[in-house]
C-alpha cells in the first residue's frame, strides 16, 4: 500500500507518516519508482499503536523500544513493558510533573503581578 492510502486508513496526513518513518517508528520499501510502499497486514496496526502511544504521552525516543513487545491482539495498554522501558518512562512521567511544578508557579506570579496592578483605561 502506498502512503495516501495509509493516510486515508489511518486518518493520519502523509507528512507525519514520513515522520514517524524517520524516527524510526515505520518502515516502508520501495517499489521500482522509488515510492514509499507499506506492508497493508502491519501498516494500519502500527500507525494506530505509535498515534495510541503518542497520546498516552510516550515520548517517539522511547515508541520503538515498546512496539516489538506490543502483541499484535492485545491494546497497547494490555502489554506488559519491559523493567527498563518502565524504568524511563517513570523518569519521564517525574520530569513532566517536575515541569508542571514550575508552570503552576509561573502562573500563579503573573496572577498576583496582574491582580496587584493597576489597570489603564484607553
Known amino acids: 500500500m502506498q502512503i495516501g492510502e495509509l493516510a486515508t486508513r489511518t486518518d493520519t496526513s502523509p ?6 518513518e ?6 516502508a520499501g520501495r517499489d521500482s519508482n522509488d515510492y514509499r510502499i ?5 501498516a494500519v496496526d502500527t500507525v494506530n499503536k505509535i498515534r495510541c502511544l503518542l497520546g498516552a504521552g510516550v515520548p517517539t525516543r522511547l515508541i520503538p523500544l515498546l512496539l516489538p513487545s506490543v502483541d499484535p491482539e492485545k491494546s497497547v495498554f494490555d502489554t506488559p513493558i519491559d523493567p527498563e522501558i518502565r524504568t524511563e518512562l517513570e523518569g519521564y512521567r517525574q520530569r513532566l510533573y517536575e515541569r508542571q511544578v514550575r508552570v503552576s508557579a509561573s502562573l500563579t506570579a503573573i496572577d498576583e503581578y496582574l491582580d496587584r496592578t493597576c489597570t489603564t483605561a484607553h
Open 38 to 42: 507499506y506492508d497493508a497486514e502491519t
Open 22 to 27: 524517520e524516527q524510526g517508528l515505520l518502515h
Open 15 to 20: 507528512r507525519l507518516l514520513r515522520y514517524y
